[in-house]
């Protein structure tokens, strides 16, 4: 199970702590940091896998995970 939930987990959890800290550069150096966090951080995650739903959860959870920040 562990084994499982491990991949999606970590990718969202370093997505989300990766889109703070460009949050707290862009809240210093824009005018708008609210409407320019979605389009700084891409998930490129999804390269390389030969399963297909590993990488579709872990993009799953990183949306989430923007759009929470964001709120």
């Not at 150096?29 to 739903?53: C, Q």
Request: net charge positive; aromatic share 12%; glycine share 4%.
């Amino acid at each position: 199970m562990l084994m499982r939930v491990w991949y999606p987990i970590t990718v969202a959890t370093q997505s989300w702590h990766l889109k703070q800290r460009i949050y707290q550069s862009l809240c210093r150096t824009a005018d708008d940091p609210d409407g320019e966090i979605n389009f700084k951080l891409h998930d490129f995650g999804a390269r390389g896998f030969l399963v297909v739903n590993h990488p579709a959860l872990a993009d799953w959870l990183t949306w989430l995970i923007s759009k929470v920040l964001t709120q």
